[in-house]
């Protein structure tokens, strides 16, 4: 949420070169963003509704990918948007629960997850719980929520294999298409 670039992740290009039209689209880390839908995601959506066409895409289905805080932002906005079109989202290395983040083990290089959710989140899950329950999309699942690609490194320190396995599972309980690759 503090770092990253779509030039990190140069997927658009490659489903591109294979005949899938793709957008890369590098959204600001705000903290304050994390407990409810990016704003900037949707400028992006209706962007592409209107003006797709003339690039090749279509803005009447689409699907939302991304990886950790840009995975987060697409899987809240898929879970708790109403977006007219979507048909899936697909989220690697992305945290599902910030509570279990905080108590998850990090890349030393991370100095802990602990000090970054300190900032966003203005405070540990005991101080802010429903901050944090807002921010994790893993609490926003609902039987209407779209299909869902999970994929997770097993041996990834910074997101635990463990968000995978708790999105999977609140996905199957509510009767929602997932798969997850670990």
Not at 30 to 46: K, N, Q, S, Y
Not at 49 to 63: A, D, P, Q, V
Not at 121 to 143: C, D, I, L, T
Request: aromatic fraction near 6%; charge should be neutral; charged fraction near 20%.
């Amino acid at each position: 949420w503090t770092r990253g670039s779509k030039k990190q992740l140069p997927w658009a290009n490659t489903l591109a070169r294979h005949g899938y039209p793709a957008l890369s689209v590098t959204l600001p880390g705000r903290g304050e963003l994390l407990a409810r839908e990016h704003p900037d995601l949707h400028v992006v959506i209706r962007w592409l509704k209107r003006e797709g066409h003339k690039h090749g895409l279509s803005g009447e289905s689409f699907y939302l990918m991304g990886q950790g805080a840009g995975g987060h932002a697409a899987l809240q906005s898929a879970y708790r948007g109403r977006l007219k079109g979507l048909l899936g989202v697909l989220v690697w290395s992305t945290p599902a629960d910030l509570g279990m983040l905080w108590d998850g083990p990090a890349e030393p290089w991370l100095h802990g997850p602990q000090a970054q959710l300190t900032r966003l989140m203005a405070g540990s899950p005991e101080e802010h719980p429903r901050h944090y329950e807002q921010a994790s999309p893993v609490h926003h699942v609902h039987a209407n929520a779209p299909r869902t690609l999970l994929g997770c490194g097993g041996r990834d320190l910074t997101v635990p294999a463990s968000h995978c396995e708790a999105l999977e599972s609140a996905l199957l309980d509510a009767g929602v298409e997932v798969q997850s690759l670990v």
